[in-house]
């Protein structure tokens, strides 16, 4: 039995000879297909609010938290940023970032005499392991 795409919906195959699949003669019906039922991502128990992904009950429980949330929110004093962590804020961070050019011209640094590949590395790493192979050879 030979299989074609149906040519309405360009998506499922049908057998050859008909007209449309199965999915499409149902939608041309007036047959729905039925629509999967979201769980609510908290509980996974009841379906989800339209336009949320959690049902009513949890919707309604979150809301009660945030409103309690607030009020304890309105009787605390708002704290600025240097008494939340004991730190300046971000805006004064310039100060802290080193120019480039004091940094480069630092003999600390120096300049790179040899490029790195990835053979020199793994001949180094072979070279230290067989250095330590040989190492325990010896204690034993």
């Known amino acids: 039995m030979k299989f074609v795409l149906c040519p309405r919906c360009e998506m499922n195959y049908m057998p050859v000879g008909e007209q449309y699949c199965k999915v499409c003669l149902q939608e041309m019906r007036g047959y729905a297909a039925p629509e999967e039922v979201e769980l609510c991502s908290v509980c996974n128990e009841n379906p989800v609010v339209p336009g949320h992904d959690v ?9 009660n938290n945030e409103d309690s949330h607030e009020e ?9 940023a240097e008494d939340i962590s004991g730190v300046e804020s971000v805006a004064e ?7 480039m050019d004091e940094t480069m011209n630092n003999p600390e640094f120096g300049e790179m ?3 790195l590949s990835l053979e020199s590395v793994r001949e180094d790493e ?4 067989d250095e330590a192979d040989e190492a325990d050879d010896e204690e034993n």
């Open 93 to 99: 961070m310039d100060e802290i970032i080193p120019d």
């Open 72 to 80: 304890n929110d309105e009787q605390q004093e708002p704290m600025g």
């Open 55 to 63: 049902c009513a009950q949890c919707l309604r429980e979150m809301q």
């Open 126 to 129: 072979e070279k230290e392991q």
């Open 113 to 115: 005499t040899h490029t």
